[in-house]
Structure formats: structure tokens, C-alpha cells
């Protein structure tokens, strides 16, 4: 990117801030240099910002910034303004539209820009747009963990104030149903499905039936089982632990869990399958106390899940993210 830290630089910062430590804690002998000498004032960076233009270049942003997070007496809060506007004018040219499929340069180096921006902060739509990239390059981990960092960002009102269009959010979430069952399929860890958590240490709301204003009447999880069974595999109990979490936090609503299954089968042993499992979640929910009304039923292979984009999985891995439970509010 274009923030580059020169050697001296960097260490007479280091040197100074190590300074300020040394002396705070009373070992004055460290240096005789006092704290602070060599660190550039924050106010004059502040002045400098407001006075440069709105079309002031990328370059001539990044170096005040450079310089606001590694040779000044400036706190984070306003680093991470100067950050934060420099995500957002770049964002504004780098990706003036809502679907990568109006982008008509070079993916790979969209998404280095994209990358080298995180540099100066965070952004929902900074991970929406790397999780498209990755998405479309078949990456399906890396894209699920992008998608679930800018439902992360939405969800936080104070990182995004602006609550974003609600057909983005509708986009953002059914990305993550695809991804999830998908990510189910390819994962070898069983906490590649768990669910991140926000900074105040709330689960995001990608099982959730709304997120921020948006409302949805259900929810897939990727709620694995053993071959064959209604028996929930390692990765399944935890996805089910992540589910339960989110529910309890919108009051134990009344639930309809409803099953499905692969094309795998007959068709009438497919129907009975889903609807031992949607069984078996709610089993284990009532275990748990859940005090809202559960009702279930199995649709077999009847409703196999749609893919905005089937090319982009193969055949048999698209059979394999079939098997999924959903949860649809009463």
C-alpha cells in the first residue's frame, strides 16, 4: 500500500514511546532524551487534515496518516478518524456500486486495494466486497470469515452508525446461508462454523431473525449429523451452541426447525430423516430450557437449497450443502 514506514522513523518513534514507559515507571536513568522530544504534534496533523481537500490525493492522506500513527503524540481515537476517512472516500471510487458484478477491471488487483485499505481500519463493505472476491474465487473459508466480519460491522452501531440499505443486508445474510453450508462441507476444523462474536461480546446476527432494522422470517443453520443419523457430529453441537446463544437473546421465540436432507435416498427415507433430526434440535433445545414453542417438520430432499451462483461449487459438494436446518419464526 501506499503507507510506508521508514527505518529511522520507526525507531525513533519505538525509542521515544519506550520512553515514556521507562519513565512512567520511575527508571529515569534509561535515557536522558525527554518523553515525547522526537513525536510530531497532533493538533498540527489535525490542522493539516482539515486543510487539505476532499479531493485530496490517496498519497497525500496515507502519509498524514503514516505519520498521525507512528511519529506523533496522537491517541487512536483520532488515528482511527483519519482512518476511517480515508476508507471511506477511497471505497467511494474503488467501488462506487452494490454488485461486483458491475466491476470491469482486474479482480485480483481490486481486492489488493481492498486488502491495503483494512490497513487504516474497518468497514462493512471493505469485507462484503473481499468476501465477493473470494467468493468468486471459490475461496469459500476466507469468503465466509469476510462475510461474517461485515455482518460483524453492521451489526455494531457504533462502527456503523448508518444503518446500511436493507436489500445489502438481505444480500450479506444470503451469502451467509450459502456459505455456511458450503463452508460446512469443506471445513476439516469444527470451529471454522462457529460464529464470531462482536466487540462486546454478542454473537453476530447471522442466525438471528433480524439484523439492525432488517426482519427475515427464518434462518439457516448448518447444523451437521452423523452419516445417516439424527445424532449431531462435533462441528453440529457447536453450530446448535451458536443458534441456542442467539435465540435466547431474542427471547426463546416460538420456532418452527425444519429438516432436510441430500438427494441421497429414497424419497420417503429422506422425509422421515429430516424430520428425525428437526426432532432431535428440538429435543436437545427443551433440554436446554428453552421456553418458547417448538414445532418441526421434515422436508426431505423436496427443498434443496438455492445457489445464487451453482457454477461456482461442484455437483457433488452442492448435494452435500442440502443438508442443513432451518429455523422460521412463528
Known amino acids: 500500500m501506499a503507507v510506508r514506514l521508514d527505518t529511522f522513523s520507526l525507531v525513533s518513534s519505538l525509542y521515544a514511546r519506550l520512553n515514556v514507559l521507562v519513565l512512567a515507571l520511575g527508571i529515569s536513568s534509561f535515557a536522558a532524551a525527554p518523553a515525547h522530544a522526537d513525536l510530531l504534534s497532533c493538533e498540527a496533523l489535525k490542522k493539516a487534515w482539515s486543510s487539505i481537500s476532499s479531493d485530496a490525493s490517496y498519497d497525500e492522506k496515507a502519509s498524514l496518516y503514516d505519520q498521525a500513527y507512528n511519529d506523533s503524540d496522537c491517541d487512536g481515537v483520532t488515528v482511527e478518524a483519519f482512518g476511517a476517512d480515508i476508507i471511506h472516500s477511497r471505497l467511494d471510487s474503488v467501488v462506487p456500486f452494490d454488485s461486483l458484478a458491475s466491476h470491469s477491471g482486474n479482480i485480483e488487483e481490486l481486492k489488493e486495494t481492498l486488502l491495503d485499505l483494512q490497513e487504516f481500519g474497518e468497514h462493512w463493505r471493505l469485507s462484503y466486497f473481499l468476501g465477493e472476491i473470494y467468493r468468486q474465487q471459490q475461496q469459500v473459508l476466507p469468503a465466509l470469515r469476510a462475510y461474517q466480519e461485515a455482518l460483524g460491522l453492521v451489526d455494531d452501531e457504533e462502527l456503523t452508525p448508518n444503518e446500511p440499505d436493507h ?10 446461508d450459502e456459505l455456511a ?10 470451529e471454522d462454523v462457529q460464529i464470531p462474536t462482536t466487540r462486546s461480546g454478542q454473537t453476530i446476527s447471522q442466525y438471528s431473525f433480524s439484523t439492525r432494522g432488517y426482519k427475515r422470517k427464518k434462518t439457516l443453520v448448518p447444523i451437521q449429523f452423523k452419516y445417516d443419523q439424527a445424532i ?3 462441528a453440529g453441537r457447536l453450530s446448535f451452541q451458536d443458534v441456542r446463544k ?3 437473546a431474542q427471547g426463546n421465540p ?3 426447525v425444519v429438516g432436510h436432507t441430500d438427494p441421497a435416498g429414497s424419497g ?11 426432532q432431535a434440535i428440538r429435543e436437545a433445545l427443551l433440554n436446554t430450557g428453552y421456553s418458547g414453542r417448538i414445532d418441526v417438520d421434515g422436508k426431505g430432499e423436496a427443498q434443496p437449497f438455492r445457489f445464487d451462483d451453482p457454477s461456482l461449487y461442484s455437483e457433488d459438494l452442492r448435494n452435500q450443502a ?5 429455523f422460521v419464526r412463528n
Open 167 to 176: 436489500r445489502m443486508i438481505a444480500r450479506l445474510r444470503d451469502r451467509l
Open 254 to 256: 416460538d420456532i418452527r
Open 246 to 248: 442467539t435465540l435466547e
Open 181 to 190: 453450508v458450503v463452508g460446512a462441507q469443506v471445513s476439516n476444523s469444527p
Open 322 to 326: 442440502h443438508r442443513r436446518v432451518e
Open 232 to 234: 449431531l457430529t462435533e
Open 268 to 278: 420417503p427415507y429422506n422425509l422421515d430423516l429430516s424430520l428425525r433430526r428437526a
